[in-house]
């Protein structure tokens, strides 16, 4: 067993107590390679900000847990050597099983999700304080998930969401253990997180998705007071990334994302940890394919991947800066 504290990574306590004092969301951050490594740490380094490095059990089967291992202790150096050395956490997003979460905690994450929302409400708290009562004994801390969210990115799906219920989180919270929580008020998964008929077009034609339901997120605030809350399925799409996708031979039709305003407003909040993945997918898809275009001939990676780390950097610095407001938090 590897603890995390060998590899210079942080658990979320902290961090996230700082983020709801200091009215701003924590980065969490997918990646699965070393270009997406490289773009996280050194946008996050010239913010100043803490981040939360996410795998998910489909990246940690792709580049292998090993690896996985050794790239986020080099994240941690390389933040070192880039000149500041912020707080990361190595986190594992959307756990579902507790042999899955007690391998991750065994290489050396510091911080795991256990996704039982898919269960019954009993067996949901069940196998969530069980992963508590063994991630526990090693200081590592554990996010649970109440309400389910529609869409599809990598090994989650779901057709249909469901709000979380603000009368089951203090129950949920106290029986559990948990150190925060994922909950469902109107984001999902993917790039195309609404269909069409759910947004209204404006007078140019871009599709409006409906808000967030605030109302229950500040009841849930309400009966847990102080407590972290987690928004998954939280990219923006920016149409701009869809647009030269599509210009460069890319299929994407009817993707739409939650505004990023509605982020920062719940940034303010008990919203501690904001999920980002498909906004940098779509950052380096939109990079790579116009490299490519633009220079048939290239068939070197470092000549398309270079840019798509680039162009995946700048997104993060934005998000880092306009959305979450954690920059200069570290």
């Known amino acids: 067993m590897v603890s995390y504290k060998e590899l210079g990574l942080v658990n979320s306590r902290e961090i996230f107590t700082n983020a709801f004092k200091g009215g701003y969301a924590i980065p969490a951050f997918n990646f699965n390679n070393m270009e997406q490594m490289q773009a996280i740490v050194q946008a ?30 080099g994240a941690v150096e390389y933040a070192k050597e880039l000149g500041c050395n912020i707080p990361i956490v190595l986190h594992l997003d959307h756990g579902d099983s507790f042999e899955l979460c007690k391998s991750c905690i065994e290489y050396g994450f510091s911080s795991v999700m256990i996704d039982g929302s898919h269960l019954s409400y009993d067996e949901n708290v069940a196998l969530t304080k069980r992963v508590v009562e063994y991630a526990h004994q090693h200081d590592v801390t554990v996010e649970g998930e109440l309400g389910v969210l529609a869409g599809v990115e990598d090994d989650v799906s779901a057709e249909k969401s469901s709000y979380t219920r603000p009368e089951e989180v203090e129950d949920f919270v106290k029986k559990t253990g948990v150190d925060s929580l994922a909950i469902s ?86 919203v501690c940890k904001v999920n980002i993945d498909s906004d940098g997918r779509l950052a380096m898809t939109a990079a790579v394919r116009e490299v490519l275009a633009n220079n048939p001939a290239e068939f070197d990676p470092r000549k398309y991947l270079g840019p798509a780390r680039e162009s995946l950097k700048n997104l993060y610095m934005h998000k880092v800066k306009n959305v979450l407001g954690s920059d200069n938090k570290a």
Not at 242 to 263: H, M, R, S
């Open 185 to 270: 008020i109107g984001t999902s998964h993917g790039a195309n997180k609404f269909k069409p008929e759910q947004c209204i077009r404006n007078e140019k034609g871009v599709l409006i998705p409906p808000p967030l339901r605030f109302d229950i997120l500040k009841e849930i605030e309400k009966r847990i007071p102080g407590f972290p809350i987690v928004l998954h399925g939280s990219s923006s799409v920016p149409q701009d990334l869809v647009v030269t996708i599509n210009q460069y031979g890319g299929g994407i039709k009817d993707a739409v994302g939650i505004p990023e305003e509605q982020l920062r407003e719940a940034a303010k909040s008990a």
């Open 44 to 73: 996050c380094v010239e913010t100043k900000s803490p981040v939360i490095l996410q795998i998910s059990s489909g990246a940690r089967k792709y580049a292998n847990q090993t690896l996985l291992r050794y790239m986020a202790q």
